[in-house]
C-alpha cells in the first residue's frame, strides 16, 4: 500500500482525492497501476502527463488495458483518424476520454455529432474532444431544445453549435438562461443577436458582457455585441493604442471628445456638444503626451477603437 501511494504522489496524483472517487483503487495491486502508465507511456504521453491524467480520472487507474484503453486509442485512428504520434495531444487537452466506453459513449457522440454536421474530424479530436465524452440524451440534445425554445428552428440551433461548439458545454441554469435574459431585459437584443452571434454565450456574464454594456450604455452608445465583446481587455487595449487617439486637426479635445460611437445602422449617437468639427476630421491619430495620457481611461481608447473601426468601414462601403 505504501509503495502504491509512494508513486502515485511522485506523478503527482493525490491519493486521497483519487481513492474518493474511485474507492477500487484501494484494493489494486501496484502491478496493475504500472501496466496502465506502461501502456499510456507506449502511446505517447510523458511522466509528467500522468499526473492531470489520473488526477482528472482515477478511474483511469483501475482500468483494463486490454478491455478499455486499446479501444479507446483504436477508435481515436479508425474513426477520427488521429496518427499514433498525436495520441498525446487529445489525451493531454480532453483526458476524459481514457474513462469512457467507445461503445457506450464515444461512439454514438460521434454518430450524433455527425448527424447534426459535424465532419471535421481533426478539430473534434484536437479542438472539441469534449463533445465526444458529452453525453447525447443529458448534455449535447437538451442544448439544443433550449435554444430551439428561444423561438428559433432546431436547424438554427444546430447551426449555432456548428459555428461554435462550445455551446454543447454550457449550463442552461447557469449559463443560457442567465446571459440571454440580459440580452433581452438589459441590452435590448433577442434570438436574431445569438443566432448571428452564437459566442455571445462564451463571453462572462459578469466580467465582460455587463460591464461592457453599462460603459457604452453611459455614454450613450449602442456597439453591437459582437463588436462590444470581441475585442480584447480594455487594459490590453489601452497600452495597444496608448499613441492613437480621437481629436480635432487643430488641437487635443481632451476625453470629452474621445467617446464617439457609430452604430450597427451606421448613426452617430453621440458627438460631445464642445467639438463643432466635421467627421471626417474626427478620427485622425497622433502621439500622446505623458500629461494627456494620465487623462485617459483605459475604456475610453477601447471605446475611441470601436467608434474608430465602426466609422472607418462605413467609409469604405
Do not use: W
Not at 502508465?37 to 488495458?65: E, N, Y
Amino acid at each position: 500500500m505504501r509503495d502504491k501511494i509512494l508513486s502515485l504522489e511522485l506523478m503527482g496524483v493525490d491519493y486521497g482525492r483519487a481513492l474518493s472517487l474511485n474507492p477500487a483503487l484501494r484494493g489494486a495491486a501496484p502491478e496493475s497501476i504500472h501496466a496502465v502508465v506502461t501502456f499510456l507511456q507506449s502511446r505517447g504521453l510523458h511522466f509528467k502527463d500522468l499526473g492531470r491524467v489520473f488526477g482528472m480520472c482515477p478511474s483511469v487507474l483501475t482500468a483494463s488495458v486490454r478491455a478499455d484503453l486499446r479501444p479507446v486509442f483504436a477508435f481515436l485512428t479508425d474513426d477520427l483518424g488521429v496518427p499514433e504520434a498525436a495520441y498525446r495531444r487529445v489525451v493531454v487537452k480532453c483526458p476524459r476520454v481514457l474513462a469512457c466506453s467507445v461503445r457506450d459513449q464515444l461512439r454514438p457522440a460521434l454518430i450524433y455529432l455527425r448527424r447534426l454536421g459535424f465532419r471535421d474530424n481533426r478539430a473534434l479530436a484536437f479542438q472539441d474532444p469534449i463533445l465526444l465524452v458529452s453525453s447525447v440524451e443529458r448534455t449535447m440534445a437538451p442544448k439544443l431544445e433550449y435554444l430551439a425554445g428561444l423561438g428559433m428552428s432546431r436547424d438554427d440551433a444546430v447551426a449555432m453549435a456548428l459555428r461554435c461548439p462550445a455551446l454543447f458545454t454550457f449550463n442552461v441554469e447557469r449559463n443560457y438562461r442567465p446571459k440571454f435574459e440580459y440580452l433581452v431585459g438589459e441590452m435590448g437584443g433577442g434570438v436574431e443577436d445569438v443566432k448571428a452571434f452564437p459566442q455571445y454565450f462564451t463571453f462572462s456574464l459578469e466580467k465582460r458582457i455587463a460591464p461592457r454594456h453599462r460603459a457604452a450604455a453611459d455614454a450613450g452608445g449602442d456597439l453591437p455585441p459582437p463588436d462590444m465583446l470581441k475585442a480584447t481587455d480594455e487594459e490590453r487595449m489601452y497600452n495597444k493604442y496608448t499613441n492613437e487617439v480621437v481629436e480635432s486637426q487643430s488641437e487635443f479635445l481632451g476625453r470629452a471628445m474621445c467617446i464617439v460611437f457609430i452604430t450597427h445602422v451606421g448613426a452617430v449617437n453621440k458627438v460631445m456638444e464642445e467639438s463643432s468639427i466635421g467627421m471626417n476630421s474626427i478620427i485622425i491619430s497622433r502621439s500622446v503626451k505623458q500629461s494627456e495620457r494620465e487623462t485617459l481611461r483605459p475604456s475610453d481608447l477601447f471605446l475611441n477603437r470601436m467608434a474608430q473601426e465602426h466609422f472607418s468601414s462605413r467609409l469604405s462601403r
